[in-house]
């Protein structure tokens, strides 16, 4: 398990606190969280989150992905990120590499809730990692398509960075929980109970399928360990 630093989109809830504290000063909290622990917990984040809104990016976002982008480079921990819509992919990379980072740093998230092969295989053809991460959200997008476009970019040569997961939400309250009633399959452990026999009977071979859950992951993480400055 490993815990993570970072915000979420503005629309998504933006402390006053965040919006106000210079920049540097977000660095040093993302980078203390990281090297020292969260609070008092002794819990270290070994990943920096990032968030942008539907089709654009905002002010107050574009501040918090550039503290994060330079807290994962002074700290060598990855980054992964949310979109909403799969929009602002490509500006997320942009920010990244701003920032003197790899794009093989960057996990671009919740891209698999568009079915647009030709967007997939944009971000991968730069370097980046394509989150195919909400499997079992149905009511983004079926698996059926989920499935399709992961052998897709499979087919199309990108099987090493592509990164899957089901995206989902342990505990929910209040009106959000009534999601989990709607889509009974989005549950932790929904990819290795159904999605990978899907991914066999698609005609993903156990190579295949041992790259996506096993070696992509830990390269990711590599990546970051070895890239501390600049783009190399």
């Not at 500006?91 to 647009?116: F, Y």
């Not at 990164?163 to 309250?173: G, H, R």
Request: proline share 4%; aromatic share 6%; hydrophobic share 40%.
């Amino acid at each position: 398990m490993v815990c993570a630093t970072g915000i979420y989109t503005e629309t998504g809830g933006a402390p006053e606190l965040f919006r106000d504290t210079p920049l540097e000063q977000l660095v040093d909290l993302y980078v203390q969280e990281i090297e020292d622990g969260i609070g008092d917990t002794g819990i270290r984040a070994g990943v920096v989150k990032i968030a942008t809104g539907l089709n654009e990016i905002s002010p107050y976002e574009r501040k918090m992905i550039t503290a994060g982008a330079r807290a994962a480079r002074a700290t060598r921990v990855p980054i992964i990120s949310h979109t909403e819509g799969a929009t602002c992919g490509h500006e997320q990379v942009d920010l990244v590499i701003k920032e003197g980072l790899s794009p093989a740093r960057l996990l671009v998230g919740h891209l698999g809730d568009r079915d647009d092969h030709d967007l997939h295989s944009a971000i991968a053809r730069r370097g980046a990692y394509v989150g195919l991460d909400r499997f079992g959200f149905a009511l983004e997008l079926s698996d059926t398509l989920r499935v399709k476009n992961l052998v897709q970019l499979v087919r199309a040569g990108f099987r090493d960075q592509i990164l899957i997961s089901a995206d989902s939400c342990t505990c929910l309250l209040g009106p959000a929980a009534r999601i989990k009633e709607q889509m009974p399959e989005w549950e932790v452990s929904h990819v290795f109970k159904r999605v990978i026999p899907q991914l066999r009977s698609a005609g993903l071979t156990q190579e295949d399928i041992d790259a996506i859950v096993a070696a992509n992951p830990r390269r990711f993480f590599a990546n970051a360990l070895s890239q501390r400055d600049g783009n190399t």
